[in-house]
């Protein structure tokens, strides 16, 4: 239970104090490195004889874009970058654990946030795609006496996303706190690797991909 408590880090003097939480101030770490690194990988790049850095660079971007190319198709490609951004920070926010930090995304408003983002994204890419007659027809489809259950889907579908994201990088914080207090030692390394790298880049991987197909299925 003390794990769903997120701390207060420090106050903003303003309304009364407002309060800077953990979860916060490691995302804005998190923005600062990768802005920094962004800069410092792309400061020198070249059309002829590029290096070894930008050649992985732009093949890990090729593949992201053919990823999501084929989940959202032609008409979702303006929201590759958001689908890039967010991947990227969802898997540094489940990784920065090993660094000593406690991951953002086990703060149940990081996690809202980022559903609450998704889906207005793709209500967002509906309407620009139908119009927003077409978007409120589709509410309708294929029948009216579905209206209800569509709108529901509205609110079920964030949740769904953040509750998933927050469960499992929660679960797997407990589980790790929980066996570095039986055996502390040795023995939990190889469950660092499963819990901290590979179910962390799984949960992000997992998002963005549901948040993709939605977005798909909006401007089809």
């Keep these: 239970m003390e794990e769903l408590n997120c701390e207060t880090v420090f106050k903003i003097p303003l309304f ?11 995302t804005w770490i998190i923005i600062a490195a990768l802005t920094i690194l962004s800069i410092i990988f792309v400061r020198n790049l070249k059309v002829e004889n590029p290096g070894k850095i930008q050649l992985a660079l732009e093949s890990l971007f090729g593949w992201l874009q053919d990823f999501f190319d084929g989940i959202m198709g032609e008409n979702g490609r303006r929201y590759v970058p958001y689908m890039i951004t967010v991947i990227l920070y969802i898997a540094v926010a489940n990784l920065i654990g090993l660094l000593g930090f406690k991951p953002p995304t086990k703060d149940m408003n990081v996690t809202a946030g980022l559903a609450i983002m998704s889906i207005v994204l793709v209500e967002f890419a509906a309407i620009r795609a139908r119009g927003t007659k077409g978007w409120l027809k589709k509410f309708m489809e294929p029948m009216a006496v579905v209206l209800p259950i569509n709108i529901l889907e509205l609110f079920t579908r964030p949740l769904s996303l953040c509750m998933r ?16 207090m039986l055996v502390p030692l040795l023995v939990p390394i190889p469950f660092n690797c499963y819990f901290d790298i590979f179910d962390g880049l799984i949960q992000a991987y997992v998002f963005v991909f549901l948040t993709a197909l939605y977005v798909g299925e909006a401007v089809e």
Excluded: A, D
Aim: hydrophobic share 50%; proline share 0%.
């Design 16 to 26: 009364g104090g407002i309060g800077v939480s953990e979860s916060t101030v490691v």
């Design 165 to 180: 994201l927050f469960g499992n990088v929660l679960g797997s914080f407990v589980i790790m706190e929980l066996i570095k």
